[in-house]
Structure formats: structure tokens, C-alpha cells
């Protein structure tokens, strides 16, 4: 049974760069559509982006200025980065795999999640 | 302000049936299937039902889904105790290409 798990620093100073690492254990990362989300009181559930099985990348518009998802196949593990963060990119950051369904259209869904972390951008 | 739209809670005692609205447009629920999930506090999401309809190994068949044009929605029969969480809907949206989740709904077992 796959399972995640994030790390990374707790707090982060407004405009530098927010970054976290997700373990995955028990399967292998060369599948699947590796992806981050967060939560936070004010936004609810806010989804990233991933980074797909063929190495492709999906970003949320509204963040895709500023975010960078990549997999380590060697270490299996994936990233994110997120850069010039503000009092707003602070939230639960979970780490989560993702599948797809063949079809027209195709369907993306999240079906494993890590137990988060919680960021806080501070100075 | 989410995309989907969700009732704020719904409530019911125990033993009966509860169902929860997500209310999309064309572009989201109108187009692409409908995930659901499970939030206790502290914890993550539980994937509850994915494709619109469809139960993941090893969750409770007491959980449901179904979806009618821009809506959808989830069912909790024979409710219990543990079902007390919120629940969350999810989709594809074109207008945004990206994934939306609804506000969340608090389910309360009386």
C-alpha cells in the first residue's frame, strides 16, 4: 500500500522560496500524476498542480508564475517549489497521488494523500 | 469563493439518510466526473467516491454517488457516528484548467 509522506520546512519568510519534498513509499513514482494541494481556512481546498507519468507538468494558473513540481525517480521522491511566497501561501501543504481514466475526456483524480504539513510564512 | 458550490451542513440522525449537493457549471461538473471526499479534522482527505459513481476498494458501500447535469451529489445511508466529517466535491474545470474542490459540507449525526 503506497504511502506519502511530507517534509520540509515549517515557516517561511515573505518573498523567499517555499520548499517541500514528498517521500513515496511502497510503490514505485514511475506512475501516476504526482501532485501537491493545500488548504487553508480562508480558500478551503486549493489544488497545485502535478507532474505526470511522461513527465509532464499542470499547474494551477493562478500559481503557475511561481510553482515548480519535480520527481527524483532515484530517491523516490517529488517536489515543490514555490517561489516569492506571501501571508496567503500559508496552509496545509499535502502531497497526493494521482490517477487518470482513459475517456473522452480523460479523468484526473486524487486517490492517495500524505497527512500534510503545515506551512506558515512569517518574518 | 469556490467553484462548486456546497450546502455550509446538513444534519440526521442515526440510521438515516443524508445526501450533499455540488452545484457546478458547464465547465466543471457539466463536462467531467465528480470525486468525493472525507475530511475528519486533523486528517487528510479520504477519497469516498471517484467517476461519478464509483466505490475504492476497502470504503463503505454506504457511501453513493450520482450526477445530473451540473450537479451531483453524495449519499450516506444507515448514517453513523463516524460519519461525522466534511465532506468535499470535486472537478475538472476548463474555464480555469484546473482541479476545483467545493466549499465543504459538515455532516452532523444527531
Known amino acids: 500500500q503506497v504511502q506519502l509522506r511530507e517534509s520540509g520546512p515549517g515557516l517561511v519568510k515573505p518573498s523567499e522560496t517555499l520548499s517541500l519534498t514528498c517521500n513515496v513509499s511502497?510503490?514505485?513514482?514511475?506512475?501516476?500524476?504526482w501532485t501537491w494541494i493545500r488548504q487553508s481556512p480562508g480558500k478551503g481546498l486549493e489544488w497545485i498542480g502535478y507532474f505526470s507519468n511522461v513527465g509532464r507538468t499542470k499547474y494551477d494558473p493562478s500559481l503557475k508564475s511561481r510553482v515548480t513540481i519535480s520527481v527524483d525517480t532515484a530517491t523516490n521522491q517529488f517536489s515543490l517549489r514555490l517561489h516569492s511566497v506571501i501571508a496567503a501561501d500559508a496552509a496545509v501543504y499535502y502531497c497526493a497521488r494521482g490517477q487518470v481514466i482513459a475517456g473522452t475526456p480523460q479523468h484526473y483524480y486524487v486517490d492517495v494523500w500524505g497527512k500534510g504539513t503545515t506551512v506558515t510564512v512569517s518574518s | 469563493q469556490s467553484v462548486l458550490t456546497q450546502p455550509p451542513s446538513v444534519s440526521e440522525a442515526p440510521r438515516q439518510r443524508v445526501t450533499i449537493s455540488c452545484s457546478g457549471s458547464s465547465s466543471n461538473i457539466g463536462k467531467h466526473a465528480v470525486d468525493w471526499y472525507q475530511q475528519v479534522p486533523g486528517k487528510a482527505p479520504l477519497l469516498l467516491i471517484y467517476y461519478d459513481y464509483l466505490v475504492p476498494s476497502g470504503v463503505s458501500s454506504r457511501f453513493s454517488g450520482s450526477k445530473s447535469g451540473t450537479s451531483a451529489s453524495l449519499a450516506i445511508s444507515g448514517l453513523q457516528s463516524e460519519d461525522e466529517a466534511e465532506y468535499f466535491c470535486a472537478a475538472w474545470d476548463d474555464s480555469v484548467n484546473a482541479l476545483v474542490f467545493g466549499s465543504g459540507t459538515q455532516v452532523t449525526v444527531l
Open positions: 511502497g510503490g514505485s513514482i514511475s506512475t501516476y500524476y
